[in-house]
């Protein structure tokens, strides 16, 4: 388990992984340890990245 959030966590300072890369790897590593409130912001914060990417 921990090196899924030790790759999180050089992902984070990865420049050239995109936010949506790095929600996606939170929500999963998030999910294996069980914390469901962080699950439930990720998704918020995709629905909207998604609705501001398609009035683009």
Do not use: G, H
């Amino acid at each position: 388990m921990n090196s899924i959030v030790l790759e999180l966590q050089r992902d984070a300072l990865n420049p050239s992984i995109s936010v949506l890369i790095l929600l996606r790897k939170l929500m999963l590593t998030m999910k294996l340890l069980q914390v469901s409130s962080v699950v439930s912001l990720v998704r918020s914060k995709q629905v909207v990245k998604q609705q501001l990417t398609s009035l683009s």
